[in-house]
C-alpha cells in the first residue's frame, strides 16, 4: 500500500474557524484526492489534484479550497467551518496502471460544533 | 455521467455461509470496476478490480467477482465467509473522468 498519513487524525472546532487537513504521501504519486464520508452516501470527491499547483473541483466542492504546492503534501482548508461539513475526510492517490488505482489514508474525523 | 447502484444497504450472513454483494453501474462503455473494503474506524482497502480481460477477478482475502456487461453489474463474491469479514463494502467505477464515484456501501454483519 501507498504510504499516505493525515493528520490531525481527530478534530473538534467551532462554527466559522479555519480548517486545515493535511495528507502527505511517499509514494510520489502524481494524483491526490480529498473525499468525505457521511452515512449513506458513500465516499463524495471534495478536490482532487493531478500534480503540483494543479487542481480541480470534485462533485462536493463548495466551502473548500485545496493546495498543492509540493508532490507529496496535499491541503484541504474549510474557510470557515460549518456544521454540515462535519465528517470523516479521506485523502487518496492515484497510482499503478495509468493512476486509475486509488490508494487511502487513514482518515480525519472532524466535528464542528 | 458514471454513477454506481449498491441495492443492499446492509446484509446479514452466518460465518462460513457464501456471499455475494451486487453492484450495479451505469457508464457509456467499459469502466474500471473496484470493490473496497472499509473496517470500523479504517480507511478503504482494495479488494479487487477489473480493467479489462478475464470478467472473472480475483482479490485478496478470498474474494472474487464477476464483471457483466450485459447486465451492468459488478458483484463481488465469497464462498465462505469468516466472522473477519464483517465490514463495510464499497463499490466503485472510473470512467473517463480521473476520479473514482463510490456506491453507498454495504453492511456486512457475520453472526457466529
Known amino acids: 500500500d501507498a504510504g499516505i498519513t493525515q493528520s490531525p487524525r481527530h478534530k473538534v472546532t467551532e462554527t466559522g474557524t479555519p480548517v486545515t487537513l493535511r495528507c502527505h504521501q511517499t509514494?510520489?504519486?502524481?494524483?491526490m484526492y480529498w473525499y468525505r464520508q457521511d452515512p449513506g452516501h458513500g465516499l463524495r470527491l471534495i478536490h482532487y489534484s493531478y500534480g503540483v499547483k494543479d487542481t480541480d473541483k470534485g462533485e462536493v466542492s463548495d466551502g473548500y479550497s485545496v493546495s498543492r504546492s509540493k508532490t507529496e503534501d496535499f491541503l484541504l482548508t474549510l474557510e470557515s467551518a460549518t456544521s454540515s461539513q462535519t465528517s470523516v475526510y479521506f485523502c487518496?492517490?492515484?497510482?499503478?496502471?495509468?493512476?486509475?488505482?486509488?490508494?487511502f489514508g487513514p482518515g480525519t474525523r472532524l466535528t464542528v460544533l | 455521467a458514471q454513477s454506481v447502484t449498491q441495492p443492499d444497504i446492509h446484509i446479514t450472513v452466518s460465518e462460513g455461509a457464501s456471499l455475494e454483494l451486487r453492484c450495479n453501474y451505469s457508464y457509456g462503455a467499459t469502466p474500471y470496476l473496484f470493490w473496497y473494503v472499509q473496517s470500523p474506524g479504517q480507511g478503504l482497502q482494495l479488494l479487487l478490480k477489473y480493467f479489462s480481460g478475464d470478467t472473472l477477478v480475483q482479490g485478496i482475502k478470498g474474494f472474487e467477482a464477476e464483471f457483466k456487461r450485459s447486465q451492468s453489474s459488478f458483484n463481488l463474491r465469497k464462498p465462505s465467509v469468516h466472522w473477519s469479514d464483517a465490514a463495510e463494502y464499497f463499490c466503485a467505477v472510473k470512467g473517463s473522468a480521473r476520479q473514482l464515484t463510490f456506491g453507498s456501501g454495504t453492511q456486512l454483519t457475520v453472526l457466529p
Open positions: 487518496a492517490t492515484g497510482g499503478g496502471l495509468d493512476h486509475n488505482e486509488q490508494f
Open positions: 509514494e510520489n504519486h502524481r494524483y
